[in-house]
């Protein structure tokens, strides 16, 4: 796995809002890899995760005839701590946070593939 860090900007374009994140995550083997994706020093990226569901689901459109049950999705795991998968624009839920790092997924990684993630720290 690799990360690639960028401070984010305040809302007034001052002082810093974060950092945003880029994960990639390599399989060089032959089979398929369920794992998850575990934060060891969340502080050397800024801090706890903060991305949430609302906000990567809110920029998502829903499918036709579904905005009601979009709606509820929304609100049900909005508040969820997530990093978005840049090629689907899906979430992946934060597992477990503690005094040993962050935990998402866990994540599929096809055989000889690579996924990318991002998510927001700090802030």
């Known amino acids: 796995m690799t990360a690639y860090r960028r401070p984010l900007a305040g809302a007034d374009g001052k002082g810093r809002k974060g950092t945003g994140v880029l994960f990639v995550v390599?399989?060089?083997?032959?089979?398929?890899?369920?794992?998850?994706?575990?934060?060891?020093?969340?502080?050397?990226?800024?801090?706890?995760?903060?991305?949430?569901?609302?906000?990567?689901?809110?920029?998502?459109?829903?499918?036709?005839?579904f905005d009601d049950w979009w709606q509820g999705l929304v609100s049900r795991d909005g508040e969820a701590i997530v990093l978005r998968d840049i090629e689907s624009g899906d979430v992946v839920e934060q597992k477990a946070a503690g005094t040993d790092g962050e935990t998402y997924g866990p994540i599929h990684v096809p055989s000889h593939d690579y996924r990318v993630f991002y998510g927001i720290f700090g802030g």
């Open 26 to 65: 390599l399989n060089e083997t032959l089979h398929d890899a369920d794992v998850p994706l575990v934060v060891k020093n969340p502080a050397r990226l800024g801090g706890a995760g903060s991305l949430k569901a609302a906000a990567v689901l809110g920029e998502l459109a829903p499918p036709a005839g």
